[in-house]
């Protein structure tokens, strides 16, 4: 993977060519693009060898940054991420990230001299919910994104990633409307969800 990094563009290319096919939640700790210094950024998205995260909390990428993204990648090539601290789902506090103490400001995390952000208290199915109300991605890309992508990526397409006969159960609900999350399945098991999902339970 190639992320939090100070690359630049010939040397991002030749990481590609080495072997680097993930770019760790693009946009973030790296250069930003110059139109005569390209920088990671370009390199990793134009190569259709590389996936690309994105942070779509609202924090970390504006909504044009994110369809740029999208216009070159496609969701094919991008994978929806949280990069999420154990504040995610929390209040607003104080909250550890290994040595360091994190402040939690509405949902926001930022090391206390406010300097950076530090990750997430971003969840997937708020990343979805985002994609969709926010961000005007089609139900399909943000699923894609947050589901068939990654696990194509890291080997486990077999199993999981698309509703199909043979895989895992494992799936989630969400509010037709609100596209809030209402149920979850774990391998073919409601772990979140009442028993008017009773009729999605397989046979």
């Not at 563009?9 to 700790?29: C, K, M, Q, R, S």
């Not at 060898?49 to 369809?67: A, F």
């Not at 400001?105 to 206390?112: F, R, S």
């Not at 300097?115 to 997430?120: D, E, F, M, R, T």
């Amino acid at each position: 993977a190639v992320g939090h990094t100070d690359s630049d563009y010939p040397t991002t290319l030749e990481a590609i060519d080495a072997g680097a096919t993930v770019a760790t939640h693009l946009f973030n700790a790296m250069p930003a693009i110059a139109h005569r210094a390209p920088g990671p950024i370009v390199a990793l998205l134009e190569d259709e060898r590389v996936t690309v995260e994105l942070i779509n909390d609202g924090v970390h990428l504006h909504p044009s940054v994110l369809g740029l993204a999208y216009g070159t990648a496609g969701a094919s090539r991008v994978a929806l991420i949280t990069d999420a601290m154990g504040a995610a789902g929390m209040g607003d506090g104080l909250y550890p990230l290994g040595p360091l103490q994190v402040q939690v400001k509405d949902g926001v995390a930022m090391l206390p001299d406010g300097s950076s952000i530090a990750g997430s208290t971003l969840t997937l199915d708020r990343a979805f919910q985002r994609s969709v109300q926010v961000d005007n991605l089609t139900l399909n890309q943000a699923a894609e994104s947050l589901s068939t992508t990654p696990a194509r990526l890291l080997g486990l397409a077999d199993s999981i990633g698309t509703l199909e006969i043979g895989k895992l159960a494992d799936l989630v609900v969400v509010d037709s409307g609100t596209l809030d999350l209402v149920a979850v399945m774990r391998h073919g098991r409601w772990v979140l969800g009442d028993e008017k999902f009773a009729v999605l339970r397989p046979v």
